[in-house]
Nanobody, 126 residues
Framework: VQLQACGGGLAQAGGSLRVSCAAS????????MGWFRQAPGREREFVTA????????YYADSVKGRFAISRDYAKNTVYLQMNSLKPEDTAVYYC????????????????????WGQGTQVTVSS
């Protein structure tokens, strides 16, 4: 299984960015795809997740209403649209995949995920 994250970059506060994660190597119909982020000196934290089948989404309180996760079946790709960006959103963003549907409240735990992408930097200037 390979997860290839791309996108990100530099944005001003209040701006928008989109990162994507292309998945390959297996069928992801019974998977959960997630995004986590890690800022310098901080632990990795949950951002959002989506069930590949059904499309149920979950968000951290810190990004709710500003970020949106979506998936494209044909491209086997998951997107993270980030709007109203804040300097505190600055971090390396990682996509992850969990085999199986899992329990909703556990999807915020990075230990639940089996596969990880390489990370992409998002920097928000004030």
């Amino acid at each position: 299984v390979q997860l290839q994250a791309c996108g990100g970059g530099l944005a001003q506060a209040g701006g928008s960015l989109r990162v994507s994660c292309a998945a390959s190597g297996r069928t992801f119909s019974n998977h959960v795809m997630g995004w986590f982020r890690q800022a310098p000196g901080r632990e990795r934290e949950f951002v959002t997740a989506i069930r590949w089948s059904g499309g149920n989404t979950y968000y951290a309180d810190s990004v709710k209403g500003r970020f949106a996760i979506s998936r494209d079946y044909a491209k086997n790709t998951v997107y993270l649209q980030m709007n109203s960006l804040k300097p505190e959103d600055t971090a390396v963003y990682y996509c992850a995949a969990k085999a199986g549907s899992g329990i909703a409240y556990l999807l915020q735990r990075d230990t639940e995920y089996h596969y990880w992408g390489q990370g992409t930097q998002v920097t928000v200037s004030s």
